[in-house]
């Protein structure tokens, strides 16, 4: 790797833009109408969407040093094992 710098995993997240949708919320309907749900504290499953999410959710967080990736070389193996 030309640029690689000595001591830094590979392949690493440096940037990004808020946080992914939480697991089956429904696609990207179901996304806009979750955010919509978490916006609002008077809609009806405000507070039961909230616990289903973990009890809080900030869309616009985002941590790139969260970001986990699988092993570039088992994933390499995985799609091309004969």
């Known amino acids: 790797m ?3 710098e000595d001591g830094v995993k590979y392949p690493r997240c440096v ?3 808020r946080r992914c949708p939480p ?3 429904g696609g ?3 996304y806009a109408e979750f ?3 978490i ?3 008077r809609h009806p499953e405000h507070e039961s969407t ?3 999410a973990g009890g809080r959710y900030d869309p616009d967080e985002f941590d790139p040093t969260a970001v986990k990736f699988d092993d570039p070389r088992k ?3 995985k799609a091309f094992a004969e």
């Open 75 to 77: 994933r390499w193996r």
């Open 15 to 17: 940037s990004g833009a």
């Open 23 to 25: 697991e089956d919320c």
């Open 50 to 52: 909230l616990r289903w």
């Open 35 to 37: 955010l919509e749900t």
């Open 39 to 41: 916006a609002d504290p």
């Open 28 to 30: 990207v309907h179901g």
């Open 2 to 4: 030309e640029n690689a």
